[in-house]
């Protein structure tokens, strides 16, 4: 693979940054996932936008090259020959020496990746996917895509030992989000989702969804609610740049509805693959 080093394209062997970066460290980070179809970016403007909001969240200067992202981002996609998959960008606070303050003059690090995968037909749009509860005990600002990845790390890990495919994580009785994702239910023609906030990632998927499900008559309720309404709820789903639209079938061992993706979430991933397509980029 070819990969992008602040200004560099570079074999991935050769890819290095200072084992005194930030991002290492202290987790001192942001991401982004775009995925691609048909060698085209998929809501890169939406990924853009959060981009930005995190860095000026976390008061984090913008690298030098940041303006040509589009750029850099086609060029990976051509050069590795992806069809379909993602693009992986991480931006960090850049190498200094370790000190909990910021440092004054730190240029950013800007590192960009290609992961070639079957987004479109993944099996698992087909059967649905298996979902545990666990208790979100992450920090206060999920709203910022940061790096610090190791607890839902761990939850995908819990699911696994249990069997199933993800977990849906759930504070003072409430359901959060899934591990990597945004969670849904469906009950009758509404469509529930938690309302943004500081504890959610606001998905750039989730945002498109719910403009489409609105537009196709559905109703939405931006509204938070517990794993025992999820459990009798008609449907169930989650969201995300790399899963779509996801159906997912159980719950706690709980099947959903009739054990099997339901109507609206199959619509749902149908409309955003053919809406992303046409305004892919
Ligand atoms: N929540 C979390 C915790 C995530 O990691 C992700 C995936 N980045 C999402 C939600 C979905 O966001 P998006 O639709 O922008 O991929």
Known sequence: RIVYVNGDYLPEEEAKISIFDRGFLMADG???????????????????????????????????QFDDL??????????????EGGVYLQITRGAADRDFAYPKDATPTMVLFTQSKVVEHAPAAQTGIKVISIEDIRWGRRDIKTVQLLYPSMGKMMAKAAGKDDAWMVEDGEVTEGTSNNAYIVKGNTIIT?????????????????????????RVEERSFTIEE?????????????????????????AIGEGAPGAHAKRLREIYIEESRKRAV
């Open 70 to 83: 589009l750029e850099i981002h086609r060029k990976l996609v051509a050069d590795n020959d992806v069809t």
């Open 30 to 64: 942001v991401y982004e996932v775009t995925s691609v179809l048909d060698g085209k970016l998929l809501e890169f403007e939406g990924h853009l936008n959060r981009l930005k909001r995190s860095l000026s969240e976390l008061d984090m200067a913008q690298p030098p």
């Open 230 to 254: 999820a459990q009798a709820a008609d449907e169930a789903f989650i969201t995300s740049a790399s899963t779509f639209v996801m159906p997912v079938v159980e719950i706690d061992g709980e």
């Open 194 to 218: 938690r309302a943004l906030s500081n504890d959610i990632l606001h998905g750039i998927t989730r945002a498109s969804v719910l403009r489409y499900a609105r537009e196709a008559q559905m």
